[in-house]
């Protein structure tokens, strides 16, 4: 096989197989049939001369080759993503094409249906691909070039990325309607530092802002693997957690079991940034991204004036 036989649209097919582990679905992400895509990797895998997949009816395993296959398809599939942007930018063009955007898990659900409609009429010719997952997995994900850019909670100081804050949000204390602290007047974040504060799973950024906002130790309270169990747990009177400002529901809770409370002007929060690769010719446009979304901070939150951009290199 020479380069003139080498497709990179055939490279996209054999990347979205393994990342969706299903056949079905990496064709609707590559918008073919399925067959038409089983007849491509086919073909791929006899002009390589090796086996990429261990299919069974049950799921679809690369194999020892197939991952070093695919390991080198997204490098080759990045660096020809550069080459576009290398041209777009060149003729000062704003974002166009694929873009696959991460947030983390406790901001996405939340911050997507805000801004999805604005960002769709600033940007008619960029195909966004949302997805969300926990820290460590975006900014593996940005490093080896799976995710585009992400909005993260700061601090993100990792090597080889831009990180431009966007803005402040504050967290609020969710409680059970009938718990002392449902009542009362300003409130201060080391209130909450008692044995009925509930968090998140290890591993989660969230987790570690409401331990360091309260000054509570690592191990205090019981734990949940979402916000939305967190809300549950509350309901159910099992304790009290903070939530980020954009998951606090407007208007009280219609069961009436819970209560959601501000703290005082030195309240706990977190600082929300757009982070990606410092080596992505996008740069210039990723950054005019970061000001579109610090221009449309959700109500609630705080802009950063500035926006500096910071830049950890390798």
């Known amino acids: ?10 490279l996209e097919y054999v990347i979205a197989i393994a990342d969706e582990g299903h056949f079905g679905r990496a064709a609707e992400r590559c918008n073919i049939s399925q067959p038409t895509l089983s007849v491509q990797v086919r073909k791929l895998e006899t002009a390589l001369g090796v086996v990429l997949f261990e299919r069974s009816k049950r799921r679809i395993l690369l194999t020892e080759v197939g991952q070093v296959i695919v390991r080198q398809a997204r490098v080759v599939l990045a660096e020809a993503q550069r080459l576009l942007a290398l041209a777009s930018e060149g003729r000062g063009s704003p974002l166009t094409g694929r873009l696959i955007l991460a947030a983390i898990q406790t901001l ?4 997507f249906p ?4 604005p960002l769709r009429e600033e940007y008619p010719l960029l195909t966004l691909s949302l997805q969300e997952s926990r820290t ?14 992400a909005l993260v909670s700061l601090p993100v100081a990792q090597h080889g990325l831009t990180v431009s804050p966007l803005f402040v949000e504050p967290f609020w204390l969710a409680c059970p309607a009938e718990h002392a602290l449902a009542r009362g007047g300003a409130l201060s974040a080391t209130e909450i530092a008692g044995p009925d504060l509930l968090l998140l799973d290890e591993g ?7 331990i360091a906002a309260c000054g509570a130790g690592s191990s205090v309270g019981r734990h ?22 954009l998951a606090v529901p407007s208007g009280p809770d219609p069961t009436g079991l819970t209560v959601t409370r501000a703290f005082d002007v030195d309240g706990p929060g977190r600082t929300i940034a ?12 990723l950054s005019r991204l970061a000001a579109f979304f610090r221009a449309h901070a959700p109500p609630g ?13 390798p």
Do not use: H, K
């Open 114 to 117: 805000l801004v999805l409609r």
């Open 274 to 285: 757009l982070a990606w690769r410092s080596s992505d010719p996008r740069a210039p446009g």
């Open 224 to 245: 949940a693997t979402s916000l939305e169990t967190l809300r549950s747990m509350v309901a159910a009177g099992t304790g009290y957690t903070l939530l980020p400002a």
């Open 204 to 210: 989660n950024c969230l987790r570690d802002q409401a």
């Open 108 to 111: 996405g659900p939340y911050f």
């Open 136 to 149: 460590a997995g975006i900014v593996e994900g940005l490093r080896d070039g799976r995710i585009d850019a």
């Open 1 to 10: 096989m020479n380069l003139a036989g080498l497709s990179l649209r055939d």
């Open 301 to 313: 939150t705080a802009a950063c004036r500035d926006g500096i951009a910071l830049s950890y290199e």
